[in-house]
């Protein structure tokens, strides 16, 4: 990725969130988008976070508490299960940032393009592409039969009109409020 940036936008920094490469303070805020359950340790890569912003840290995240809250987890549970405990609990990451903090649902609109699972909350057919699925991490903490099963589901059901009959609604509405969050973390 980093020999695909373009020449003209600032140097890209080889770095992991656990071991930044910067000094105490060194930014008026720090930021993580989506990124905080992919980490090999979290909590190493939040005070990370803290240690070289002298503001806010906001991080973008995903509540595995309210993960089930999309259609998807009556079709594939496992795909929840294996997400619910790669998330950091969203008290557990406001502790470890420390200061005072916000958290903030996050809604999705219809037209999201980004690839996370509730991006498609309205668009349940894009599940049945196996691309999509390979663009999400999530499905591959979970086994294969499991996937068949719920993908093989969903097709039936919306071939024969079931997905519309009881999720139907929301192909029509212009956001979905999930499982996503945005934590605000101001220093003490």
Do not use: N
């Not at 995240?61 to 259609?71: E, P």
């Not at 894009?126 to 999400?136: C, G, N, T």
């Not at 009109?161 to 101001?186: E, V």
Request: some cysteine; aromatic content about 10%.
């Amino acid at each position: 990725m980093r020999s695909q940036r373009p020449a003209h936008l600032g140097p890209a920094i080889d770095a992991t969130a656990e071991h930044l490469p910067f000094a105490e303070a060194s930014f008026d805020a720090a930021m993580a988008m989506v990124t905080v359950h992919q980490w090999a340790d979290a909590d190493q890569g939040l005070r990370e976070l803290r240690r070289v912003s002298r503001g806010p840290v906001i991080v973008l995240t995903f509540d595995g508490d309210a993960l089930d809250l999309l259609w998807l987890a009556d079709y594939v549970p496992e795909l929840i299960a294996a997400e619910r405990w790669r998330y950091p609990a969203i008290q557990h990451i406001r502790d470890v940032l420390g200061g005072t903090s916000t958290v903030t649902r996050v809604p999705v609109p219809a037209d999201c393009v980004d690839g996370f699972t509730e991006a498609y909350f309205a668009r349940p057919e894009r599940f049945l592409d196996p691309a999509v699925r390979q663009s999400q991490s999530a499905w591959g903490f979970v086994e294969k039969a499991a996937i068949e099963r719920g993908i093989t589901r969903l097709r039936a059901d919306l071939d024969s009109g079931a997905w519309d009959g009881r999720y139907g609604t929301l192909r029509t509405q212009p956001q979905f409020t999930g499982s996503l969050r945005l934590i605000t973390a101001h220093p003490s």
